[in-house]
Structure formats: structure tokens, C-alpha cells
């Protein structure tokens, strides 16, 4: 099976949007768990951005010596030489270094020609290869640009000596469908070459969508973050692209090196790290990715999980599901979570409790386990305690 590298950019990317930004030492917790998670390669920093990101990479490459880390650089000497600087310490150090190709940008933000900009790509991984090896160039805002102008540099990069070509939809701006189609060319065009990249934003909620549609068209690398962090409306999350390659594996038949009982985790440590957590609803890591109020469901799942849970929880280290009792919930479960609560109740106990419990869920979010406990005490009283 076809393997696809996990290149995690939480560290990057991820620490570059509002109230996502860390400290050394915290990059440095944030690194110990992607690396323990099972990520290819750890984008660490922009040495160039600032000294606290100078630090984190160095940091990160001697912590580290054995995880491909991978600094950023625009296509600049500058940028270039103090990326090779900070991973000095690395052992398999990587140089992602990118520059803007589509009209827009070259004509509003870097005022350059096409041929400039290629040169400049050009130069760029030249002298990176003179640091090491391992060279990824970036093609920003790639979903934007020319497609024959595309194929023209990330060509002309390869020669130079680039190992990896990103083709960033930078703006989010890309359909499945479209992505998938200029992945495919270019991937067809480079063969063995080199291997093709994606990096995927959620502008228009099709990040996720869109990196597997890249995947299934031949890009072998998939930039990610933790929680889907990342500028604007983040990146494609890192959990969610793994585990739709898991569970969809008939589909998508290619193999990443994550251990997938540890997302849970790595996605709680980032949001104790920065100033926020998932959304409740956020898939695989949302607090309601396992939880499930409405009665029908709960009695299917009550009944035989599969009905409606397509992944276990443990599978991505979520200790277990929640059935949540609220307005919409059903006898059978209000009678599972009064065993779990120690009470064995006879049918007319139950039904007397249940009438209640309606009563009250109607006006409030959710019962919680202290006021199912007042209830039970209240109606059935404590004769009705089995322990
Ligand atoms: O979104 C983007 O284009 C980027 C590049 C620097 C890879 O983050
Ligand atoms: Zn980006």
C-alpha cells in the first residue's frame, strides 16, 4: 500500500495564527507529542520571523536529532541561510523554502515577472542543496496560478534539486475535484522525480476534502495541523485526514506511520498549549465527536455500537462515548445511566423517574450525573439503592 508522509505544521503555520502562538518550551511539549504521535516530518518554525523562532527550530533539531525537522524560508539568501543556521543541529534537516507563483501575487504583492519569480525559485533551492539534501519547495497560492506556469517551475525546482514539491491551496479557494485534477497533472509530470506535496486551508470548509482528493490523485505528502489550526480558517486537520485514510481504507487504500490512540491526546495538549480548544461538534476530537443525546440513537447505539459510531473512541485515545441526557433522550438510556449510577430500578420506578427527568430536561442543556442523582433520590427514595 502506497505509503503518504505526515508533514505537521501545528508548529508552523498552526503557531502562526491568532492565539495559537508559543513559547520555546512549549514547542517544545507540542514537539515531544507530535513525534511521540508518529508524524514523518516537524515543521518547527520561520527562523527568519523572529529569534523565539530561530530558537524553537534549533531547539526542536537538538531535541529531536532523529525526526526529519523542516524550518521555512521565503526564496531568499537571507531567508535561506538563517533556515540552514537553525537547523544546524538537526540530523535530517529539511529546507522548505516558497515562493508566491500566481498572477495575483506577483502582481500586487511581489511586483515581479513569472521568469523572475522562477529564477528566484530557482536560486533559491540551489542554495539550499548546499546545506542538505532535503529541500521542499513551496508554489504559494498554487491553486491561483497558471497551471502550464506551474508545471513550467515546479519542474524547473526539481532540477534545481528540490525532493518535494507543495502545490499550497493557500486561499482555500480549490474544489475537490479541480485540486485533485492539477495534482494529478503535475504529479504525472514530475514521475519519480520528486515527491508532490499538498497544503490545504479551510476557507471554504474543503480543506480536509480537498487533501484527499490530492492523495487519491498522487500527492504522497500531506501538510496538516493538529485540531486544524492554522491562518484564517486553519489548515486541514491532521486527525481528520488520518483517520478518513483508516476508516475509509477500501477507498483510500495508503498507509500513514500515525498512532492513531494518540490524536486524542496531542489534540488536548495543543489546546492546554494555546488560548483555544475544538469546536464541540469538530470531527474526531470535538467534545461531541462521541456523544449522543437524541433517543433513537442512543437506544441503536445502547443496542450495538456499530448502529451509530463508525470508529471506536479508544481508537483515537478518547477514554469513552458519552450518552448525554437531555430533552431528546430515551428511557433506555436514562436507564443504562442510572445502573452505571448504582440504582436498580423496577419498570413503574423507572417510568415515574423518567417522567420527571422529561420535565426537567425540557428546560435545561443536559442533565448532568448529580442531578440525575437528586431525582432518583427524590422519586424513588433510598430504598431503591442496589450498593
Ligand atoms: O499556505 C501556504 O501557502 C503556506 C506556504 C508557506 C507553504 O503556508
Ligand atoms: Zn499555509
Not at 136 to 147: K, N
Not at 242 to 269: C, D, G, W
Request: hydrophobic letters at 40%; proline letters at 3%.
Amino acid at each position: 500500500m502506497s505509503r503518504v508522509y505526515i508533514f505537521d505544521t501545528t508548529l508552523r503555520d498552526g503557531e502562526q495564527s491568532p492565539g495559537c502562538s508559543m513559547t520555546k518550551p512549549e514547542k517544545l511539549r507540542m514537539a515531544a507529542q507530535l513525534v511521540d504521535l508518529g508524524v514523518d516530518i516537524l515543521e518547527a518554525g520561520f527562523p527568519i520571523a523572529s529569534e523565539g523562532d530561530f530558537e524553537a527550530v534549533d531547539a526542536v533539531s537538538q531535541q529531536f536529532p532523529w525526526t526529519q525537522v523542516a524550518a521555512l524560508a521565503r526564496a531568499t539568501k537571507r531567508d535561506v541561510e538563517r533556515a540552514a543556521q537553525a537547523l544546524q543541529r538537526a540530523k535530517r534537516p529539511r529546507i522548505h523554502t516558497f515562493i508566491a507563483t500566481s498572477d495575483i501575487h506577483l502582481k500586487h504583492k511581489l511586483k515581479k515577472t513569472r521568469q523572475q519569480v522562477m529564477d528566484e525559485a530557482v536560486a533559491a533551492v540551489s542554495l539550499a542543496r548546499s546545506y542538505t539534501d532535503d529541500v521542499e519547495f513551496s508554489a504559494e497560492d498554487a491553486t491561483r496560478t497558471d497551471f502550464d506556469y506551474l508545471e513550467a517551475i515546479s519542474k524547473a525546482v526539481v532540477e534545481a534539486g528540490a525532493r518535494t514539491v507543495n502545490l499550497p491551496d493557500t486561499v482555500g479557494y480549490s474544489v475537490p475535484e479541480e485540486y485533485g485534477a492539477l495534482i494529478g497533472r503535475i504529479a504525472k509530470s514530475l514521475g519519480d522525480s520528486a515527491i508532490v506535496s499538498v497544503h490545504c486551508h479551510d476557507d471554504l470548509g474543503l480543506a480536509v476534502a480537498n487533501t484527499l482528493a490530492a492523495v487519491a490523485a498522487g500527492a504522497r505528502q500531506v501538510e496538516c495541523t493538529i485540531n486544524g489550526i492554522g491562518e484564517r480558517a486553519g489548515n486541514a486537520a491532521l486527525e481528520e485526514v488520518v483517520m478518513a485514510i483508516k476508516v475509509r481504507n477500501e477507498r483510500l487504500p495508503f498507509q500513514t506511520r500515525i498512532h492513531t490512540e494518540k490524536l486524542y491526546p496531542a489534540s488536548q495538549l495543543l489546546s492546554s498549549i494555546i488560548s483555544f480548544g475544538p469546536q464541540p461538534n469538530k470531527a474526531i476530537v470535538g467534545d461531541n465527536a462521541f456523544a449522543h443525546e437524541a433517543g433513537i440513537h442512543q437506544d441503536g447505539y445502547l443496542k450495538e455500537k456499530s448502529t451509530y459510531e463508525i470508529i471506536d473512541p479508544k481508537a483515537v485515545g478518547v477514554p469513552e462515548s458519552k450518552l448525554v441526557l437531555g430533552k431528546h433522550s430515551g428511557r433506555h438510556a436514562l436507564k443504562k445511566r442510572t445502573e452505571d449510577l448504582g440504582f436498580q430500578l423496577t419498570i413503574e420506578e423507572l417510568d415515574l423517574v423518567y417522567e420527571r427527568f422529561t420535565l426537567l430536561a425540557d428546560c435545561k442543556k443536559g442533565l448532568r450525573n448529580e442531578e440525575i442523582l437528586i431525582l432518583l433520590h427524590e422519586v424513588v427514595g433510598r430504598a431503591a439503592v442496589a450498593n
